[in-house]
């Protein structure tokens, strides 16, 4: 199987202003090198593989779940139903995908490259599995800054 096969959206997102992009507050925007600030609208609602497209990181993969504004550098995976996006994310993450880069002086991936490249899939319950422990951990990992950041704060004040 290819990768295009298993995904409902394989492409790129849409360009934005950078005026519309601010530090806090609003909806992700998610480009080529990860998050770059937040804005008022969103193009993209649920759950997805967010492969950098163009950039210094090219080809690094994130897990995404909820609204965001996806831009033009990042390639949104969006798995069929029968897929888990989170397992998705970590297998197209230890793919190593910046090996298909175009040979050109700025970094570059093209969605129809990447699409047509094989993967092998466990089962659907299987892929859940992996994914819900994957997310767990995850959401422990982020408890766990949460709780640092507090502590930092407060031995500021104190």
Do not use: W
Not at 29 to 56: K, P
């Amino acid at each position: 199987m290819v990768i295009g096969d298993l995904c409902k959206r394989f492409s790129a997102g849409s360009s934005i202003k950078s005026e519309y992009i601010r530090g806090a507050d609003g909806y992700p925007v998610y480009g080529g090198n990860g998050l770059r600030g937040y804005t008022d609208s969103y193009n993209f609602d649920g759950e997805c593989a967010i492969i950098g497209r163009q950039g210094a990181y090219c080809g690094n993969v994130r897990y995404f779940s909820g609204k965001a504004y996806m831009t033009e550098h990042a390639i949104v995976a969006e798995p069929l139903e029968e897929y888990d996006a989170c397992y998705l994310a970590n297998k197209l993450q230890l793919m190593n995908l910046a090996q298909f880069q175009g040979q050109s002086a700025q970094p570059g991936l093209s969605a129809k490259t990447l699409s047509k490249i094989t993967i092998n899939m466990p089962s659907y319950e299987e892929q859940k599995r992996i994914g819900n422990l994957i997310r767990s951990i995850d959401a422990k990992i982020k408890l766990n800054q949460e709780i640092n950041d507090n502590l930092y704060q407060s031995s500021i004040v104190a």
